[in-house]
C-alpha cells in the first residue's frame, strides 16, 4: 500500500499535483493551499483572527437561515476551483457564502467541484497579508460565481477590524469600498443584511 504524502512547512513552494495533494496528510499546525500546482503553507491563524472570523460567519449563517433563497450554506475554510489555470489553484477562504448549494444531495455526492460560492471573505494575517491584499484579489476574479470578495483586517486592532469589499462588475472588479469600524455596509447581493462593523455588537443592524 502506498504510503500517503505527508506535507509540512518544508514542502512550501513544491510542485505537486492535485491527486497528490488531495490525497497527502498535513503536519498539525498549518494551512495548506494549491495555488498553479504549488503547494503553500501557512500557520494557523491567530485566537483574534478565529474570533474575528466566527463573528462573521455567525452573521452569515444566521442570514442564511432566514433567507435561504439568498444564501443557502456558509462554511470555512472552503475550498474554490479556479478556472483556467494552467495549473491546480484552488485557494481555500475563510468562509464562503453558496446561493444554489446542493443541500438535497447525499453528503457523499458533494465536491468543491461541484459547487461556488457568490461570496467569499478572507481575515488578513500578520503573517501574509499579501495573500489576501493582493494574491486572492487575482484569483477570486477568476471565479465568475463570485459576486463580492470581503477583506477583514485586524491586524491594528482585532475589536476594530476594517473590512475592504471587492464587487464584481463583469469581468473587472470595480472600485474597492472601505468601511471603517463602528460603520455599516449594506449590498444588494444580500438583501436585508447590513453589517455593523463591530464584533461586539449583537447580530446585523435592522
Known amino acids: ?26 503536519q498539525e499546525g498549518y494551512r495548506y493551499e494549491l495555488i498553479g500546482g504549488k503547494v503553500c503553507v501557512s500557520p494557523l491563524p491567530n485566537l ?15 442570514y442564511s437561515h432566514t433567507c435561504p433563497e439568498v444564501l443557502n450554506y456558509v462554511t470555512g475554510p472552503a475550498r474554490v476551483i479556479v ?29 468543491w467541484d461541484d ?28 471565479v465568475p460565481s463570485i459576486r463580492e470578495y470581503w477583506i477583514f483586517d485586524p491586524r491594528d486592532d482585532p475589536d476594530r477590524p476594517t473590512l475592504r469589499v471587492y464587487r464584481r462588475r463583469g469581468e473587472r472588479w470595480q472600485r474597492p469600498i472601505d468601511v471603517a469600524p463602528g460603520e455599516t ?16 455588537a449583537q447580530g446585523t443592524q435592522p
Open 1 to 26: 500500500m502506498k504510503t500517503a504524502l505527508v506535507l509540512g512547512p518544508a514542502d512550501h513552494g513544491r510542485s505537486i499535483t492535485r491527486q497528490e495533494f488531495e490525497s497527502a496528510r498535513g
Open 48 to 62: 483574534p483572527h478565529e474570533l474575528v472570523c466566527d463573528w462573521v460567519e455567525g452573521l452569515l449563517r444566521d
Open 83 to 111: 478556472p483556467g489555470e494552467e495549473e491546480a489553484t484552488n485557494p481555500e477562504p475563510d468562509l464562503a457564502g453558496y446561493r444554489d448549494f446542493p443541500r438535497h444531495l447525499p453528503f457523499a455526492e458533494v465536491s
Open 115 to 142: 459547487v461556488s460560492p457568490i461570496l467569499v471573505a478572507e481575515v488578513v494575517s500578520e503573517d501574509e497579508p499579501e495573500k489576501d491584499l493582493v494574491r486572492n484579489v487575482e484569483l477570486y476574479l477568476q
Open 185 to 200: 455596509y449594506e449590498t444588494r447581493l444580500l438583501p436585508g443584511f447590513a453589517l455593523l462593523l463591530d464584533p461586539h
